[in-house]
């Protein structure tokens, strides 16, 4: 539809009739019987709201959604179709491993093709547009939506950030009725919340904001995501939602945003109970200037932007363009053409779960596990040997991990599933899976180990509740809960070798784990292929190639801890240095750094080689920087090679080090292979001093390895 009809469906609506458009509503208030009476009421939610709204989240389904379309097409005057929105974030009905650990794949390919089979699936049930990706940058374990981000680094999430959008839209929305919208969220810094506790305050300076946290975001809404989300926190002590200076300075004007901007969940209206607008028509203004859009799951836009506008405070004109955008939006997805666009009942029947999708699911669970420890090379798995699986995840059928409501538990493959659909020869395997994830007895604890002591090799496979990671899920406390830590260690007593497989959403305290075990593998939540996936690598069908993307940290007294931290005046390379930058009872660098995942296999760099020593500012100069990396093992593998550059002096305190650059490749036995990495001017850029993004003249060293705590490095000059 051209600008100038949608100009006039505009012109042709009715102050009121606008506003309703800008109004978010939960499906299920408008769907369900149980919910219809009591929440509408308390909102004043009349009829003609119903009738006028211009969008609803949380609907799923072809048949729901095609009914609910007619209904609201039937009364709507202007004959504007109603745009249904979801949380569609590590998969629809196929789940795939959750975001912290799509990260850990380093496979961008791999990122898109969640992405789109997730959309696929979410467009043939109806939905239109997917809040996702969360790109926020994580520091800090404790806070529950780790799990939704792919970790802390700011150059990877923007590569991934990227995929994801990319996978959902495709390349014309409007022709492809099997993509979403991608909606960028959050806006902005929500990862940084105080005390790793949901909701709560952002503080940080405004180079740290620059240099980290935006450049995700940037690389998302470059991509072409058509939507974004405003964020709970605040920004120099202003809640995002009404911060004006983020959306319309930042995101609008630096970042060329002019798509839709969606609040959170009720966030116009708890700026009220933040403190800062005095009531909701306060809230309603302030978020309108910030050229907020669409007010999801509160009542101030529809309860005081009408008045608003009567009393000259906001302009209509602003109005006119929140809901310009908002058609706009629908038109793109060609729903005023076709306004059941994607919904297709016979395709959802098809499409959902498909084998397809199955396999694609089992693959990407296989690159996002991380092997972390593997003493006397005790994995692969032998045929030979008398194997036990013990361990509450052993046959726990809740794998898929938080924000994953469209799939169902009885989709997952558990682990026990598939060694008995892998193997005719039961007799080999003892298999005692049936903990509780809070294994409460120490006489449940001596029963297990009676079982396995005629066992070879144990395999325990323990983690946390899929629900004790994601919004609202953070914790003071990140060990394996219950006894299932000292069962490990009954378990190691028994001089049996130990492989341990984790579930979790978010890095948790492994020094007992590590103490007690002679292999690791880190499945995180890995989505319904998980007991697959687990089994293909500890049988070495797969060779484990995974980095993990968040540090690990030693105990919780470290958090946040994170690879990139800034130089500081006293730095320490040992542990309970006095008068240093350390702790007197801890080591002050992570246990596990960013990046660092281990293979089956073994991989020797050599020859690192910068190709000058110097490269001159302003003139698109690049130095070429190149490594052998050969396959010294005995399986195929693959390796993530990691470029890092330090700035060793700047106008600001600069990172120790900053990823930069990796390449995955794939070496045979004996097989070597030269990586070379370009490095540009962009790579040097940072938040000045002068409060721009811009590169100085100086020193840097560069480093090249296998994971970010890599000691060997080069230099080289930007000079003039």
């Not at 981000?149 to 590569?159: A, F, M, Q, V």
């Not at 049996?496 to 948790?508: A, C, M, S, T």
């Not at 750094?593 to 760099?605: H, R």
Request: aromatic share 10%.
């Amino acid at each position: 539809m051209k600008k100038d009809k949608l100009l006039q469906k505009i012109a042709d609506m009715t102050l009121k009739e606008k506003v309703f458009q800008l109004f978010q509503l939960n499906g299920a208030m408008i769907t369900d019987a149980a919910v219809i009476s009591g929440p509408m009421e308390e909102m004043n939610l009349t009829e003609d709201i119903i009738n006028n709204m211009g969008s609803i989240l949380g609907v799923s389904g072809a048949e729901k959604a095609i009914e609910i379309q007619k209904k609201y097409l039937e009364k709507n005057r202007h004959g504007i179709p109603l745009l249904i929105c979801h949380d569609v974030i590590h998969g629809h009905r196929t789940t795939f491993p959750i975001p912290l650990a799509l990260g850990c794949s380093w496979d961008s390919e791999a990122v898109k093709e969640v992405a789109k089979v997730s959309g696929a699936e979410a467009a043939v049930s109806g939905i239109h547009c997917n809040f996702s990706p969360m790109v926020d940058l994580v520091r800090d374990p404790r806070w529950g939506r780790v799990m939704e981000s792919t970790g802390e680094d700011p150059y990877l999430n923007s590569i991934l950030g990227k995929a994801f959008v990319e996978g959902y839209q495709g390349e014309n929305l409007k022709e492809d009725a099997e993509r979403v919208a991608a909606c960028v969220k959050h806006f902005a810094a929500y990862g940084a919340a105080e005390g790793g506790r949901d909701y709560n305050t952002v503080d940080i300076g405004i180079s740290t904001f620059y240099d980290m946290h935006l450049p995700a975001y940037k690389a998302a809404i470059d991509a072409g995501a058509k939507t974004v989300m405003t964020s709970f926190n605040t920004i120099n002590g202003v809640p995002a939602t009404v911060n004006e200076w983020l959306m319309k300075d930042v995101l609008r004007k630096e970042l060329s945003f002019d798509g839709v901007l969606f609040s959170d969940w009720g966030a116009i209206g708890e700026t009220v109970v933040h403190g800062c607008s005095e009531n909701g028509k306060d809230a309603a203004y302030k978020a309108m200037k910030a050229t907020v859009d669409v007010d999801m799951m509160s009542v101030e836009y529809f309860e005081h932007l009408e008045a608003l506008v009567l009393e000259k405070k906001i302009d209509e004109k602003h109005v006119d363009e929140a809901v310009y955008r908002i058609l706009d939006l629908k038109d793109e997805l060609g729903l005023f053409e076709n306004p059941f666009r994607g919904a297709d009942t016979a395709r959802e029947k098809e499409l959902l779960l498909c084998k397809k999708h199955r396999e694609s699911a089992r693959d990407i669970a296989r690159k996002s596990m991380v092997l972390l420890k593997n003493e006397a090379q005790v994995l692969p798995l032998k045929n030979k040997e008398k194997i036990a699986f013990v361990g509450p995840f052993v046959s726990n059928k809740s794998i898929r991990g938080f924000w994953s409501d469209l799939g169902f538990d009885k989709d997952s493959v558990t682990i026990e599933e598939a060694i008995i659909n892998r193997f005719q020869n039961k007799e080999k395997f003892v298999i005692c899976g049936n903990h509780k994830i809070e294994i409460e007895t120490f006489e449940e604890i001596k029963s297990t180990v009676e079982k396995v002591k005629e066992s070879d090799v144990i395999v325990v496979a323990l983690g946390e509740d899929q629900n004790s990671s994601g919004e609202g899920r953070c914790l003071t406390d990140i060990k394996l809960p219950g006894l299932q830590e000292e069962l490990l260690k009954e378990l190691y007593k028994t001089g049996k070798k130990v492989v341990v497989v984790l579930f979790n959403g978010r890095p948790l305290d492994l020094r007992a784990v590590f103490e007690n075990s002679d292999a690791i593998l880190e499945a995180w939540f890995p989505g319904i292929e998980g007991g697959n996936a687990v089994v293909d690598i500890l049988f070495g069908d797969y060779n484990p190639s995974g980095k993990i993307t968040m540090s690990f940290p030693y105990s919780i007294g470290q958090v946040p801890v994170h690879y990139n931290h800034f130089k500081t005046g006293r730095p320490s390379e040992i542990a309970g240095a006095f008068y240093k930058c350390s702790y007197l009872d801890s080591p002050h660098w992570a246990m596990l750094p960013f990046g660092y995942g281990l293979s089956y296999t073994e991989f020797q760099y050599s020859d690192l080689k910068i190709s000058k020593n110097e490269m001159i500012k302003d003139k698109k100069d690049t130095i070429l920087v190149s490594v052998k990396v050969k396959n010294i093992g005995v399986y195929k593998g693959e390796e993530v090679v990691q470029l890092y550059i330090q700035d060793e002096f700047g106008s600001r305190v600069r990172p120790v080090k900053e990823l930069k650059g990796f390449k995955k490749i794939s070496l045979s036995q004996n097989e070597e292979k030269e990586v070379v990495f370009i490095i540009d001017e962009d790579m040097l850029k940072f938040y000045t001093i002068e409060n721009k993004i811009d590169s100085e003249i100086g020193g840097f060293k560069v480093f090249v390895g296998t994971n970010s705590s890599e000691k060997n490095s080069l230099e080289f000059k930007l000079i003039k």
